[in-house]
């Protein structure tokens, strides 16, 4: 089933307690379409400026990830994100910002691309979501991320969307902002019944949730114990999950979790190295490896 | 197989967002036992003053705890402690603390209570749980439970208390204060190294973590919305735990993740109204109900 990410496409600095890396390989799409790759065939839609390294496009072609819908901005620069997390290595600052290129960024979908049948909306502001949502004709499955700015300021907006998507997921923070409860479970449902059919909520170390109108999930993190980099873990987990789906082509209850299982597995690799460095080591059979460990520990 | 918990008696008092309580049954002992009860013969070791309201005794005894241990001191009041917890319900806040009789506590246990086969030695200074370990004889487990006071103004005595248990328990702040590491499963098998066998870093609303030699296990915490208080959680996950640990009689890690999956049920149902009113409710029957939900939670 064809997948298609539109989000953003970065070169990151990120600075831990222990070490710092700048410039790397990043970005929602990119980490969403290199995790999708490992299930399935993923459609890249993003903007780049030109000081983009080719080699990084090569990287994902390598992965068999389709990047025509990559935009080289002509006298533009890439998106640039600098930032710092806390000791907890869960917390972060951000220290810089440059849109550069996404500044202007307006995706305008292919045939091909319009004509997919899941569509991941990676974060952006509803009103560009929703101008992506408008291109695509009949997909089967369409989930968006978002964050903690649009529901600040954007909240009309993300209402709207809301109603148009099928699934949507948020971190724990997000999920306890937009309902103002401090319950995740009762977030979970209430934030469903703004719209979309199911919601995920993402924990980081704890895991994730899953909800929709008769089933409620709770699945625990794959307990790794080399954090390096937490950077793109929420957008791997979904890339996981989605490209899970898309090769699934169902959304039964065991589909859903098991979706919602290797997006987790997924982002445990993910955060063991800076920018795609763990993910670039690994394969398919080593998620499958992982994925039977997991069932085994949650096996009584 | 017989259990011993030696521990505090309490009349709690609990201010939540929504609601407060005052002078309600609790303590470490008392949430502990009610929790084994579902699952094993559970002999209670405390003390109260004569304040104590004998309804309450009658509750644990109607429950087949025996009370002999509870040591009603003449003249003495029972230890109160007051609470107020915050909009996460999570973090709490001491407001009041009155030891009372528990301030010249020095447990006798009986010569039964000393044959026992399992021991939980609920919080209290490492230096009194050392002196109730040194009068039992040949117990098959003896786990521990301990808090931030003791890991910041008793450290040396914690250690020697370590390399005499088999098991720990602990939250999630604890295990990162006493190893100053943030990942929890670094910090998780720090501790087991410090003497105990195995260690359970207790998560609240995201679960509990298992940590021994070879076994690494990170369970959710059951998805309920109803969150009334929180008071007792730890304790009672310890009770059930242990419990069923008990009347299984061995340490198979089958029988270890079942147990960690009780004490976690156990904690679930505590948390849905105040003092033991909701354990109060429920029999065996409702938790193995729970448990097959739980367990169908975690397959796919």
Chains 1, 2 share one sequence.
């Not at 496409?9 to 990119?30: C, F, I, K, M, N």
């Not at 978002?146 to 809301?162: G, K």
């Not at 999920?175 to 980081?204: C, S, W, Y």
Request: hydrophobic content about 45%; proline content about 4%; aromatic content about 8%.
């Amino acid at each position: 089933m064809s997948l298609v990410v539109v989000g953003s496409v970065a070169l990151d600095s990120v600075e831990t307690p222990a070490e710092q890396r700048d410039d790397v390989l990043g970005g929602s799409a990119v980490y969403f379409a290199y995790a999708a790759s490992f299930f399935t065939k993923v459609h890249l839609v993003g903007a780049v400026g030109e000081d983009w390294p080719a080699e990084h496009t090569a990287l994902l072609v390598k992965r068999g990830i389709d990047t025509a819908g990559l935009q080289i901005v002509r006298g533009g620069q890439t998106f640039r994100w600098r930032g710092r997390y806390l000791p907890n290595m869960n917390d972060r600052e951000t220290l810089e910002v440059h849109l550069n290129v996404l500044d202007t960024f307006a995706p305008q979908l292919s045939e091909t691309q319009r004509r997919c049948e899941f569509l991941f909306l990676a974060n952006g502001t509803p009103l560009l979501q929703e101008q992506v949502l408008a291109q695509v004709t009949g997909p089967r499955l369409v989930v968006a991320d978002t964050m903690d700015l649009w529901i600040r300021t954007q909240h009309d907006e993300l209402m709207r969307l809301f109603k148009k998507i099928d699934g949507l997921v948020m971190n724990d923070a997000e999920a306890r902002l937009l309902t103002e409860d401090e319950n995740l479970v009762r977030a979970g449902h209430a934030i469903r019944e703004m719209g979309p059919q199911f919601v995920v909520i993402k924990k980081g170390e704890h895991g994730a949730m899953f909800f929709s109108e008769h089933e409620t999930y709770v699945l625990p993190a794959f307990p790794t114990p080399d954090v390096v980099d937490p950077t793109g873990a929420g957008d791997s987990f979904a890339g996981g999950m989605m490209g899970y789906l898309a090769a699934q082509g169902n959304f039964e209850p065991r589909t859903l979790k098991a979706a919602l299982a290797y997006g987790i597995l997924v982002a445990s690799y993910n955060v063991e190295d800076f920018s795609l460095e763990r993910l670039k080591q690994i394969e398919r059979a080593d998620l499958d490896r992982r994925l039977a460990a997991y069932r085994q520990m949650l096996n009584f």
